[in-house]
């Protein structure tokens, strides 16, 4: 794999958004992640890096692919609950594919990543003191740099109204049903969330600087 000298910009280029899970490329070189189908082709630079030659991988990986389709049917046959709590499960997913690639960047091995995963499980951990180690900054302040500003606060209200609805509180009592505008704001959500952990990857991890 040949590495020119790298570009002095780069842009992230979308994948558009048309009712399936998006299709990105990554460069082997340095993590970059690119919506742009030419980029399919070891021939065409990084924009990041300059690396050309080896294999783009695509993003997500096919199991994300799997739910997310899986998801769409169940919301085009109206099953609001089922939209919602697989929606968040699989947000969760692509955060912890988010973290490790950061772990990796930061020099993680395989090892070391999976155990840090395993005792960092629960999402408010991980959001509140695991990303912030990693990235150097709060999640809510990287969302609102690049342009999210309103995605997290959504995400938490979503994930509340999940964990009412799957389990009783002694405060607040059961919530009976999810409706299905919280299914649209869960898909709303869902395409959003690829776009900014995108942009993510390309900001924390994507640093032209380590094997892949």
């Not at 399919?40 to 924009?47: A, F, G, K, N, V």
């Not at 046959?77 to 929606?87: F, K, Q, R, W």
């Not at 973290?99 to 155990?115: E, F, I, S, Y």
């Not at 009592?173 to 900014?196: C, F, I, T, V």
């Amino acid at each position: 794999m040949r590495r020119p000298r790298p570009p002095k910009k780069h842009k992230t280029v979308f994948a558009p958004v048309n009712g399936a899970a998006p299709e990105y490329f990554e460069c082997p070189a340095c993590g970059f992640l690119s919506g742009d189908p030419a980029f399919l082709s070891p021939e065409m630079p990084c924009p990041l890096c300059g690396a050309v030659g080896g294999e783009r991988r695509r993003w997500p990986a096919d199991r994300i692919r799997r739910l997310d389709a899986r998801i769409r049917r169940y919301q085009a046959d109206g099953e609001s609950e089922v939209v919602v709590i697989l929606a968040m499960t699989l947000l969760e997913t692509i955060l912890e594919d988010l973290l490790d690639r950061m772990l990796a960047a930061h020099g993680a091995d395989l090892k070391v990543r999976r155990m840090v995963m395993d005792t960092q499980r629960a999402i408010g951990i991980r959001l509140g003191k695991l990303f912030p180690a990693l990235a150097g900054e709060e999640f809510e302040d990287a969302a609102s740099e690049l342009g999210y500003a309103d995605f997290p606060k959504r995400w938490r209200r979503l994930r509340e109204a999940r964990n009412a609805f799957i389990h009783d509180s002694p405060f607040t009592g059961p919530q009976e049903h999810l409706d299905p505008r919280a299914a649209d704001e869960a898909m709303a959500l869902l395409d959003q969330a690829y776009r900014l952990f995108v942009l993510m990857n390309n900001r924390f991890v994507a640093d032209g600087d380590h094997d892949g």
